[in-house]
């Protein structure tokens, strides 16, 4: 069994009881873009600089989702 990556966890934690987001806020999607570029960033994937946002390396097939 694979672990969640801190993406899906997110989303898990962020559904209701029947599997859907209720009421997409700013702040949902806020932090969804937020852990999709930590885990990009802990990859090694891309680069943080000031407020530039630069892709370094090849995607990994692990983080194909």
Do not use: H, W
């Not at 990859?43 to 407020?51: D, F, M, N, P, V």
């Amino acid at each position: 069994m694979n672990d969640l990556s801190i993406t899906q966890s997110y989303l898990l934690c962020a559904v209701n009881d029947k599997g859907l987001l209720p009421g997409m806020r700013p702040e949902r999607g806020a932090c969804f873009l937020a852990a999709g570029l930590l885990e990009l960033r802990l990859a090694g994937c891309l680069t943080l600089e000031k407020r530039k946002v630069s892709l370094c390396a090849p995607l990994p097939a692990e983080l194909g989702y």
